[in-house]
T-cell receptor
Framework: GENVEQHPSTLSVQEGDSAVIKCTYS??????FPWYKQELGKGPQLIID?????GEKKDQRIAVTLNKTAKHFSLHITETQPEDSAVYFC??????????FGSGTKLNVKP | DTAVSQTPKYLVTQMGNDKSIKCEQN?????MYWYKQDSKKFLKIMFS???????INETVPNRFSPKSPDKAHLNLHINSLELGDSAVYFC?????????????FGPGTRLTVL
């Protein structure tokens, strides 16, 4: 089965700085890669996703890059704000909505 | 209006008991899921139903039995609860059981087995 590894497990940045979270996956057949944000006491919420036919996708301060050859994808958050503090999960899927999640990154944005 | 709702939010019970968690979605989605999130925040899929039919059944003890009375509801019944069942259980739904459809998660049910 698929194995998704996520790094770092915790990340502290100063407000206004950028944050980067990286994931690798093992199954070359995976072709959909969503990122979720989980705030304390809540369920994960999709923030951005990317499909294997695209190398990069942006949505305001958030961007995701995908390197299919190396089997890794990354989440980039620019101009971080305290409300970006949360746990972020990457995931990989090759169909039938079966997702394999990374272990999560706790992002702390210090004001 | 809550898109995916779960009850109860917290559940504290003794080992050996049987308990149920309920999930409802009002998004008109065809597919629903149960995930388990352990103490280290690791999320793992347990089950998935599409239009009341089981389509994903990961390696989960048969003490866990999902039931989908209709496509808007997916309940999780757990028999003979064990300490290791303590976790947060999330229900989710998506439009279709295809590739890359956005999953909407409920707020979670924190189960504590004493």
């Amino acid at each position: 089965g698929e194995n998704v590894e996520q790094h770092p497990s915790t990340l502290s940045v100063q407000e206004g700085d950028s944050a980067v979270i990286k994931c690798t996956y093992s199954d070359s057949a995976s072709n959909y890669f969503p990122w979720y944000k989980q705030e304390l006491g809540k369920g994960p919420q999709l923030i951005i996703d990317i499909r294997s036919n695209v190398g990069e996708k942006k949505d305001q301060r958030i961007a995701v890059t995908l390197n299919k050859t190396a089997k890794h994808f990354s989440l980039h958050i620019t101009e971080t704000q305290p409300e970006d503090s949360a746990v972020y999960f990457c995931a990989a899927s090759k169909g039938f909505n079966k997702f394999y999640f990374g272990s999560g990154t706790k992002l702390n944005v210090k004001p | 209006d809550t898109a995916v709702s779960q009850t109860p939010k917290y559940l504290v019970t003794q080992m050996g008991n049987d308990k149920s968690i309920k999930c409802e979605q009002n998004l008109g989605h065809d597919t629903m899921y149960w995930y388990k999130q352990d103490s280290k925040k690791f999320l793992k899929i347990m089950f998935s139903y599409n239009n009341k039919e089981l389509i994903i059944n990961e390696t989960v003890p048969n003490r866990f039995s999902p039931k989908s009375p209709d496509k808007a509801h997916l309940n999780l019944h757990i028999n003979s609860l064990e300490l290791g069942d303590s976790a947060v259980y999330f229900c989710a739904s998506s439009q279709v059981a295809g590739l890359g459809d956005t999953q909407y998660f409920g707020p979670g049910t924190r189960l504590t087995v004493l």
